[in-house]
């Protein structure tokens, strides 16, 4: 028997051995995977020194022309089929640290030389990223199972099966009610919606709360206050000074695009590019302030330019951020460390957005400029006369000009000061005698000059010469007293040719101080006459021009490109410095990239259709993966920001191609539809109950066998319980507003800026409508990990701090609406408290509340009716003078709608 069992062992083990011998033999065909096994290797060991940043001993490891091209050494450091004789492969594996690499750190494992060696084996095959290549349709699992509902649940089903995990039950009707109202409204539904679909039994009653809730008008708000983030959007404009911004009518564009489901591609063609569409309207103009959303340095002494270039590259920065998922601004001073981009295709692009008229002025020039009512009607009819006696292009030219004072030279150009200077870096200002210069404007067939500016003295003159102070005198102008308001004036001025610098000097009889400054000058405008001098009607068209030129208007920051006259060139910034100029560069886009296409121009709008053609591999990724992560608290892609090498891989590529493909080509870019297609999965639909193998085997949920609990945004804590307390205001729309704020937040430099507290309604309208100072945010919107908007955030990343309890059960705003909510709960329940208590939850939660819970609220409600029989002065605190009824029954049941505003369930979404 001994012998016979012997003999099993023996067979059992040189079975064993078979197998494990298949099994490397199967491991050794399979060819080394770039992305996958080499990548990650070289970005985590070795792309510090041999890479974007450094490329040490001449050896970069980045692109495939450098890393197969020749070292400093004359040779190779890979050749691809020889490992043995790579250097690569010597240095890697040397015994002397001196010499072996990775230098001065933990030498690689020996499995992962034996990746190296192995691939550098097969070729050295470079691969290229996931995120790199353009979306192609997807294969779509061949699954059956009853759980399944529609197409992304067979790509969820595979990737559980594979898991060894199984889909949770749907949730109850209730639960999906509440979540899908905050997925897409932001919201609680309404009472008509939650009615309508608590009551209805078929089969469509989900796909019609769906549609409901997708044709809300507080979808468009929803939606925007995750863009704004994105935009950067705030109410001033950043920095020390950080001065008001009056830019809300891009948040009214964005509210007013997402709820016409204007398409993805038009929605980001006209915020990149909507000044350079064909005979674009003012709203195509105002969607462009979504790159005026930049910071502006309004402090006195800073340099304009830098500013300026700061803010173009923030431009470049937020565009592929936004857009493209990508760390881009990792360029700016060198190749990427860790993608294929190159320091030179950062500066490629940012000559798209380098030719915009704006440089960092206080006015925030350039403006969109909407007329009244009145001056609406003289526009229409000044327009009308011009086309009938002008050109074409006239009448384009002068209705464009008074809509955006646009092309005009702004004074911070001007240089050369003597007793002068740029006043705050703003206004070219002289004092008697003080003279400055105006360079490189172009004369040639200007017979016409324009001018803004002010001044407190009688008098004065300017005079203004061609080129040297001692030049030719091309004008004296007497400047009147404008007692301090800025005034236009046109005079005309002598023909001449070409371009020329402009030297003036300033001289009022009046100035006795020699300190005083005689005059501020904004901007000039050189140019020809107003056109159709002689034909009928031309005074009244002029006249009106003119008062138009001068009416008070609404101003939105647009963008604007340059004139033919001040076209700027773009040069590469040694090592990242502005002030550093090398080579210059025309636009263009990585070579990595999707070409741009046939036949469009080099300019903003060339780069908006490039950026949303079909070939583009990382827009349509983009935005999927947003719009996924807002919905099940993570992206496919977990990294929303970083889509490249170093981000988190997507847990369903296929899913996330096959969603992106069916964006751009079966929905049209329509995001409603886009949205309607993940809500109506099973795997949106799944209870968020969890048991302990689902914990164990799936901690986080990347696999979807269960819907995630995930804490609401600072918005939607504030939006719904305006709405349950019946106190949120249904306007929409308008000037940001300032709903109570505690005393001493703003301490606004240089100013007497104050948080003025909004009246009436205004102090209870959504928080997408609430004033952001970039530097002192609303302080319980950044508490629950609100942005402060001083550039993109693609993400927010959520936190759990003790501040976030504080908030919820202390903050003023919290206790005003419990008052309110205190309320609604006696005029829903009667006069009896358990039942006012069972139906404020109903009211909130959409379902009956359970024993348990009512138990616990009852005996508070209990507690804090004894405590405030006995203590007046305390419930007179609790419920403020002006609240009534003041009784220890309202402030008993103002405690318990506190307790309740602060249930996980009420802050989580389930």
Known sequence: MKILYSKKIIVLLALLLVISALYKLALSNQKVDYNTQVKPIINKKCISCHGGVKQESGFSLLFQEEALGLTESGKPAIIPG????????????EKDPDERMPYKHEALSKDE????????KEGAKWGEHWAYVSVKKQDIPDLNNKWIRNDIDRFIYEKLEEQKLEPSTEADKATLLRRLSLDLIGLPASSGISKKYLQDNSDKAYENLVDDLLASPRYGERWTSNWLDIARYADTRGYEADRGRIIWKYRDWLIKAYNSDKPYNDFLIEQLAGDLMPNPDDAKYIATAFHRNTMTNDEGGTDN???????????????WSATMGTTFNCVQCHSHPYDPFKADEYYKFMAFFNNTRDEDTNADYPLLRQYNTQDSLKLVQLTGWLNS??????????????????????????????????????????RNNGTCRLKDVVLQDKTQLMFRYKTNFDGGKWSIYLDTLNGKLLKTVPLANTKGEWKIVTVAIPAEKGKHNLFFKYYSPAIKNPDDTGVLFEWFQFDIPFPGKGKAGYELALSNFN???????????????????????????????????????????????????????????GMAIWLTDKKNPLVARTMVNRLWEQLFGFGIAETLEDLGSQGIAPTHKELLDHLSWQFMNEYNWSMKRLLKEIVMSAAYRQSSAVTEEKLKTDPNNKFYSRASRIRLSAEQLRDQALEVSNVLSKKMYGPSVMPFQPEGIWRSPYNGEKWMMSAGEDQYRRAVYTYLKRTAPYPSMMTFDGSARESCLPRRIRTNTPLQALTSLNDSTTLVISRSLALRMKELGGKESNNQISKGYEAMMFKPISAKKLKALSDLYAEALRKYKKDKTAMNQLMGAKDKPADPETASLVIVAGAMLNMDEWLNKN
């Open 305 to 319: 330019e830098e500013f300026r270039t700061s803010a173009v590259m923030d431009r470049v920065n937020t565009t």
């Open 82 to 93: 020889d490992p043995e004789g790579s250097e690569l492969i010597i240095r890697i594996t």
């Open 113 to 120: 030389i034996e990746v190296f060696r192995q691939w550098i």
């Open 547 to 605: 008062q138009l030129m001068q009416a008070k208007v609404d101003e939105t920051p647009i963008m604007i490109e340059n004139n033919l006259e001040q076209l700027r060139t773009t040069h590469i910034f040694e090592r990242g410095n502005w002030m550093v100029k090398g080579n210059k560069v025309e636009p263009g886009v990585p070579g990595i990239m999707n070409p741009m296409p046939a036949n469009v121009p080099k300019n903003r709008l």
């Open 389 to 430: 006696n002008t050109s074409e292009a006239q009448a384009k030219k002068y209705f464009n000009f008074l809509k955006t004072w646009q092309p005009t030279i702004n004074s911070l150009q001007c240089d050369q000061f003597v007793n002068a200077a740029l006043i705050s870096s703003w206004f070219a200002g002289l």
